[in-house]
């Protein structure tokens, strides 16, 4: 069966430091990948994606992530973490008209 | 522009009535998506269109859901004799087409008492 795995519920970074949130798929075939921001109080909000090609792509507010095949993972990262990223991560997997969630990171930026 | 947007922000209905939920899509996108957030939970995947046509209704949790969408904008999501653990909230999403990258409503609240 296809799935996302977030294997931490949460996360916890001193303001400053660079931060990653894990996730690895499980997906026959090229999938898909993105990654999703919700802050407090407002909606789901679109980071960055992996479609084809350099397999680190760059996103909004500083983000990145890391596509590799081999270890099939989809790693967030940001080289210095800021308290405003303290929010709910989701990973993304789309493959064919299946879109599968991860069930979140909650991400807590310590200052 | 204006974003996606959806219809009411929150209900609250008693156990066993019929709710319909709307999603006004952003203007152009061909894709629709619906999710459900229970609290504390992340987001299950219910249904997709792509224009008019649902090509996988798996994601439906029973036969009381049911969705659709004309002129390939507006949806309606349908929950017939709603039950307590309908609760949640429920977020529609549209894309320019699949799989780019969707556009979040601010979802509405369903409450089932």
């Known amino acids: 069966a296809q799935s996302v795995a977030q294997p931490e519920d949460q996360v916890n970074v001193a303001e400053g430091n660079p931060l990653t949130v894990k996730c690895t798929y499980s997906v026959s075939g090229n999938p898909y990948l993105f990654w999703y921001v919700q802050y407090p109080n407002r909606g789901l909000q679109f980071l960055l994606k992996?479609?084809?090609?350099?397999?680190l792509v760059k996103g909004s507010y500083g983000f990145e992530a890391e596509f590799n095949k081999s270890q099939t993972s989809f790693h967030l990262k940001k080289p210095s973490a800021l308290v405003s990223d303290s929010a709910l991560y989701f990973c993304v997997c789309s493959r064919g008209d299946k879109i599968i969630f991860g069930k979140g990171t909650r991400l807590h930026i310590l200052p | 522009g204006a974003g996606v947007s959806q219809s009411p922000s929150n209900k609250v209905t008693e156990k066993g009535k019929d709710v319909e939920l709307r999603c006004d899509p952003i203007?152009?996108?061909?894709?629709l998506y619906w999710y459900r957030q229970s609290l504390g939970q992340g987001l299950e995947f219910l249904i997709y269109f792509q224009g008019n046509s649902a090509p996988d209704k798996s994601g439906l949790p029973s036969d009381r859901f049911s969705a659709e969408r004309t002129g390939g904008s507006v949806s309606t999501l349908t929950i017939q004799r709603t039950q307590q653990e309908d609760s949640a909230v429920y977020l529609c999403a549209s894309s320019l087409d699949s799989p780019y990258e969707q556009y979040f409503g601010p979802g509405t609240r369903l409450t089932v008492t």
């Open positions: 992996y479609i084809t090609g350099d397999n």
């Open positions: 203007s152009g996108h061909t894709a």
